[in-house]
C-alpha cells in the first residue's frame, strides 16, 4: 500500500496527458489556445490543458460520423465489441494508481477514496458493459401468421457525453460503457476543473482497441465546447450530469438545433429521514455524516437535508455531532485524509456564502462553518446547522459542499412532505425498523432511489441510477442504460 510519502513522490514525477485526443491522436486545440488547470488542494497549476471550442468539436463530431456510418465499430460483431471494452476494463485496473492520482489531484478528493472507490469503479462499469454488449436481444412481435415483425435495437450514431468535475472518470465510463457497447461513436468535453483522467482515458481506450475515431475528447469551456456540441446538427444524443441550470441549457439546446435526444442527471437536495424508530442510531449517524462529507459534500446525491423525528432528537445530534468528528480535513495525497479540497476558489466562496447565509437566517451552527486554517488551497471545516427552517436558502437550494441542514418533524406524514418540499428528486435516505412503514414512505417520497437503513450502499452496476423532477430523466447504471444509447427498429414483412 502506498503511504504519504509515496504519493507525493508519484505527484512530483507523474507525466501528464494535456491535449485533445481525436481521430485517434492527441492534438492541440485548433487555435492554439490553452486554460490553466489548477490543484485545488495547493492553489498551484498543474498543467496548461488544450483549449477546445467549436471548430474542435465540428472536427472531432465529423470523425465520429465517419466512424460510424463506415462501421469500423458499430457494425463490429458485438462480442467482439465486448472484448475490447473488457480489455479496456483492465487497462484501467492496470493504471490504477495513475489515474487515481490524476483524479486527487485534479479535483481534491482524497487519494484513499480515489483508489478504493473511483479508479475500481470505473473498471468495473467498463467490464459489466463489455460482457453486456452481446447480450442485447432482438424481438418478434405477436403478429398475424402472413406476417413477420422484427423489432431491433439500433445505435443512434454519435453521442455528445459532457461530464462534471467531482467524479470526473467515473461520470465518464458511466456514459462511455453503454454508449459504445451499443455500438455509438462519442465526442466527450470533460469538466475544465478536472479534465486529465478524461484525457487518459482516451489514450487506454486506443490501446484497447477502441478503434480510431469512435471516441474522442474535448477539453474546454462549458460556454463554447459544451455548447457547441449541444447545438451541433450531427449530435444524435446529449448524455449530460452537472447542475440543473446547465441541464435545461442542453434542452434548450436540443430544440434551437436537431432536436437531439437529452438524458439529463441533475442536481439534487436529498432527504435524509431519521424516524423514532431507527433501528440503529450510532450507524444511522455514521452514515449521516459520510452522506454530507464524502467527497467534501460535492456528490449530486449527498443527504444535504438531515429530517429528524423530534422524540430522538437530542440524542442523535449527539451522535452525528461525534460521528462527525472522524471526517478530518487534510492533504488528499495522505491517504489518512478524509476530507479534501473543495474544486476550485469559486466554488469555495460559493460554498462559504451559503453558510453566511444560514447564520444571517438564524439556523444555530453546531460544527464547522468556516474556511479550513492553516492550507492554501480551497478547504472547508465541516458543517452542521441545526434549527434550520424548510424555508431558509440552505434547505432549499444545492450547495454542493461539506454543509449539513438539519431539520425537525413530528411523525411520517410531516416527514414525507418535508422531504417532498423540493424542486429536486434524485435520492433518498429513510431509517426504520417498521417493513410497512418502509414501504410506505419509499413509494410516497419523489425519488429515484430511496434507501433504507443505510445510505448509497453499493456500487453495483445491475441497478439504475437517475432521478425525478428537476434532478433530470433518463438512467446511468443497469441494463437499462443501454436503451437510451439505442432506438427501436420495426421491420414488418408481409409472407
Known amino acids: 500500500m502506498n503511504t504519504y510519502s509515496d504519493w507525493k513522490d508519484k505527484a512530483s514525477w507523474i507525466s501528464i496527458r494535456n491535449q485533445a485526443f481525436i481521430d485517434g491522436e492527441f492534438v492541440n486545440s485548433l487555435s492554439g489556445k490553452t486554460f490553466s488547470d489548477i490543484n485545488p488542494a495547493t492553489a498551484e497549476k498543474l498543467v496548461n490543458v488544450s483549449e477546445c471550442d467549436k471548430a474542435d468539436v465540428d472536427y472531432a463530431v465529423k470523425v465520429a ?30 493504471h490504477h494508481d495513475e489515474l487515481a492520482l490524476l483524479e486527487t489531484l485534479d ?5 484513499n477514496e480515489s483508489t478504493r472507490i473511483d479508479i475500481p469503479g470505473c473498471a468495473r462499469c467498463i467490464h459489466w458493459y463489455g460482457e453486456a454488449a452481446d447480450k442485447l436481444m432482438d424481438e418478434i412481435a405477436p403478429t398475424d401468421p402472413g406476417s413477420l415483425a422484427m423489432v431491433t435495437r439500433e445505435a443512434l450514431g454519435v453521442i455528445g457525453v459532457v461530464v462534471p468535475w467531482n467524479f470526473p472518470l467515473m461520470m465518464a465510463c458511466w456514459k462511455l460503457g453503454p454508449a459504445l457497447a451499443a455500438g455509438n461513436s462519442v465526442v466527450l468535453k470533460p469538466a475544465e476543473q478536472s479534465p486529465l483522467s478524461v484525457i487518459k482515458l482516451a489514450e487506454l481506450a486506443s490501446m484497447a482497441g477502441i478503434p480510431d475515431g469512435v471516441f474522442n475528447v474535448v477539453p474546454g469551456y462549458g460556454e463554447t465546447a459544451g455548447k457547441a456540441i449541444g ?8 448524455a449530460f450530469t452537472g447542475s ?14 436537431n432536436l437531439k435526444r437529452v438524458s439529463l442527471e441533475c442536481g439534487g437536495k436529498s432527504p435524509h429521514i431519521i424516524m423514532k424508530d431507527c433501528p440503529d442510531l450510532d450507524r444511522a449517524a455514521g452514515d449521516a455524516a459520510s452522506a454530507i462529507f464524502f467527497n467534501q459534500g460535492e456528490v449530486c446525491t449527498a443527504g444535504s437535508r438531515l429530517l429528524v423525528d ?9 451522535k452525528l455531532i461525534k460521528a462527525s468528528a472522524r471526517h478530518k480535513v487534510g492533504d488528499p495525497l495522505d491517504p489518512k485524509t478524509t476530507m479534501g479540497s473543495l474544486v476550485e476558489e469559486g466554488h469555495m466562496d460559493k460554498v462559504l456564502s451559503y453558510i453566511e447565509s444560514a447564520n ?34 440552505i434547505a432549499k ?11 425537525t418533524f413530528d411523525g411520517e406524514e410531516e416527514a414525507v412532505k418535508m422531504a417532498n418540499d423540493t424542486i429536486y428528486g434524485l435520492a433518498a435516505g429513510l431509517w426504520t425498523k ?19 437503513n443505510g445510505w448509497d450502499p453499493s456500487g453495483d452496476m445491475t441497478v439504475p441510477f437517475g432521478g425525478f423532477k428537476q434532478s433530470g430523466f433518463g438512467r446511468d447504471k443497469s441494463i437499462h442504460a443501454l436503451e437510451k444509447y439505442t432506438d427501436l427498429k420495426t421491420t414488418w414483412i408481409t409472407l
Open 65 to 94: 460520423r465517419k466512424a460510424f456510418e463506415d462501421g469500423r465499430w458499430s457494425n463490429m460483431h458485438p462480442s467482439e465489441r465486448g472484448k475490447r471494452l473488457m480489455r479496456l476494463a483492465d487497462l484501467i485496473n492496470e
Open 107 to 111: 479535483m481534491g478528493k482524497p487519494i
Open 231 to 238: 447545438l451541433h446538427m450531427d449530435v444524435d444524443m446529449i
Open 244 to 257: 440543473t441550470q446547465v441541464g435545461k441549457y442542453f434542452m434548450q439546446y436540443s430544440g434551437q438545433s
Open 310 to 318: 423530534r422524540a430522538i432528537k437530542d440524542e442523535f445530534m449527539e
Open 360 to 393: 444571517n437566517e438564524g439556523a444555530s451552527c453546531k460544527l464547522g462553518g468556516k474556511r479550513t486554517s492553516g492550507r492554501n488551497g480551497y478547504f472547508v471545516d465541516p458543517t452542521i446547522f441545526d434549527d434550520v427552517k424548510p424555508t431558509m436558502k
Open 397 to 407: 437550494e444545492e450547495i454542493f459542499g461539506p454543509v449539513l441542514s438539519v431539520l
Open 434 to 452: 417498521d417493513i410497512s412503514q418502509a414501504h410506505r414512505m419509499a413509494r410516497a417520497v419523489r425519488a429515484g432511489t430511496v434507501w433504507v
